[in-house]
Every structure is written in C-alpha cells, then in structure tokens.
C-alpha cells in the first residue's frame, strides 16, 4: 500500500467533501436533481418565510453581479403586482438557479438556498449521505492521535451539517470539529485558508488540506498549508504534471501519521 507521511507539525486536517470524502456521483446524480426538480415548488411553498426572502436577496444581489455574463438570468425585483407578477419572479429565481446549476457555479447565494432545500430531503429521511468507505474509520483514527478534523466545502455549513448528520453511516456530525464554507473565501483563494487557521488559531503549516481540485490545492499550499490531492472514482484527471507535483492518495488509509505504526 502506498503511504504518505503527515509532517509533524501537523495539528489539523482539512477536507473537501465532493471528490474527496464523497463520490461526485452522490452531488451531481442525487443531491443536484433534487434541488432542479423541487425549486420552484419549494420557492412557492416557503415565499413568505424570512429565510425564503433572504435566499432570494442573495440571489438577487448575486444576479446583478453576473449580469456582464453570457446567459445570465436577472431577477427582477418583487413588486407587489398580484399572482401573476409573482410567479413571474419566482420562475426568474427558478431560471437563475437552474443557469447557475448548469455551470456548476459556487456561489454562496446558491449554496445558501441548496442547503436549505436540502434540509427537509434529509430529515425525511428521502436522502442519505455517502462516504467512501475508508473516510469515517481514518477520521475515527485521526482524532484518537489527536488530530483536529474541519471540513471546508463549497456547499454551506448547513449542508455540510446536513451531510455529516444524516448519512448512510448514521450520525456523524460529532467527527467534526468545525465547518467552514464560502463566507470565509472561495477554496481557489489563498486568503481563505490564512482565514482558517486563524479562526481554528493555528497556524497555515500546521493543516493539512485533501481535496481533488488541484486549484483549491495550489491556493493552500501558496498559503504555506501542507496538501494531498485525492484520486477517487469519478474524479475528473490530473496531467502529467500535476501527477508528478502533488502528494496524491487514493484512500484517506494511505495517510500515516507521525505517531502511528
Ligand atoms: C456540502 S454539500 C453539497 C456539495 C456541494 O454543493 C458542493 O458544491 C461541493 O463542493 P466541494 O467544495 O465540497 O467540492
Ligand atoms: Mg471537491
């Protein structure tokens, strides 16, 4: 078995979930058509909520942003018009959603809303979320050694909670020791990951990141933190190059760790 060894400064490691915790097939088959089926049923069932409007804000906010982009949906401001003008926005918000989709785009305003859409999935028990097998015993073993275990994704905290708390291996929210998203920067940024060992209080090269975009780990390692890029089935493929740049695992159990045997 190949083996990687931890450098011993390291404290923390730090996980991506999509390609590296959990097949991609699990986002892109189960939980993406979930929110492309149900949107615009959920936008008119929950419209009225505070939730709702802020996700539309957001949403909103995000459109004007995006609107030099080619295809680019506005969505126009609420007036109070009556029915028809309503769900005349409510289908922009739909379009918007399903254009930002479509370009697998990692907006915060979008992962705000999935996670909240997600929410009642889970906790009906109509979605479970999957790991690969070997992620839950090695985070098991890590945090036996000591080792702090954060998670850093793209979707919200509150997915991200929804994940680790509803999966196929029961509740494993407590594994966790904290949950970073986009509020705190995009995972291409190198600020982001100087935001996060500040916020954990440690120091960059004391985390160590896995994750299977070789962007987020070029960002991380210009931030002095140590990288592995982890190969999984389905992952998109690396060059040559990055094959022969980066530490590259295929199972979180090829990680060794100072003190283990
Ligand atoms: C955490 S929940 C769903 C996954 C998701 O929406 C996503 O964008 C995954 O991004 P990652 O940064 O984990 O690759
Ligand atoms: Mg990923």
């Known amino acids: 078995m190949v083996v990687l060894s931890v450098p011993a400064e390291v404290s923390v490691i730090l996980l991506d979930i999509e390609g590296t915790t959990t097949p991609i097939a699990f986002v892109k088959d189960i939980l993406f058509p979930y929110i492309k089926e149900n949107v615009k049923e959920y936008l008119q069932t929950h419209w009225e909520e505070e939730e709702c409007q802020q996700d539309v804000s957001l949403l909103r906010k995000q459109a004007e942003e995006d609107s030099h982009l080619v295809g680019a949906v506005p969505i126009p401001a609420a007036s109070e018009n009556g029915a028809d003008d309503l769900q005349h926005t409510i289908q922009a918000v739909v379009d918007n959603v399903c254009w930002q989709m479509s370009l697998d785009r990692k907006t915060t305003a979008l992962k705000q809303l999935q996670g909240h859409m997600w ?42 909670k929804l994940l680790f708390g509803y ?23 190198s600020e982001s990951y100087r935001k996060i060992a500040d916020s954990i209080g440690c120091s960059t090269s004391n985390i160590l990141f896995l994750t299977d975009i070789t962007p987020e780990a070029s960002a991380a390692e210009k931030a002095d933190v140590h990288v ?29 760790l100072p003190s283990s045997c």
């Open 228 to 256: 592995a890029v982890v190969i999984r089935p389905g992952n998109a493929g690396l060059t040559d190059d990055e094959k022969t740049y980066y530490s590259l695992i295929t199972s979180f159990s090829e990680l060794h």
């Open 167 to 189: 999966s196929t291996e029961g509740d494993i929210l407590e594994l966790i020791d904290g949950h970073f998203d986009t509020k705190i920067g995009h995972k291409v940024e």
């Open 119 to 160: 929410r009642a999935a889970f906790a009906a028990g109509r979605v479970k979320a999957e790991f690969f097998e070997d992620v839950v015993p090695a985070v098991r073993k890590w945090r036996e050694a000591g080792m702090k275990v954060y998670v850093y994704s793209s979707g919200s905290v509150e997915a991200q």
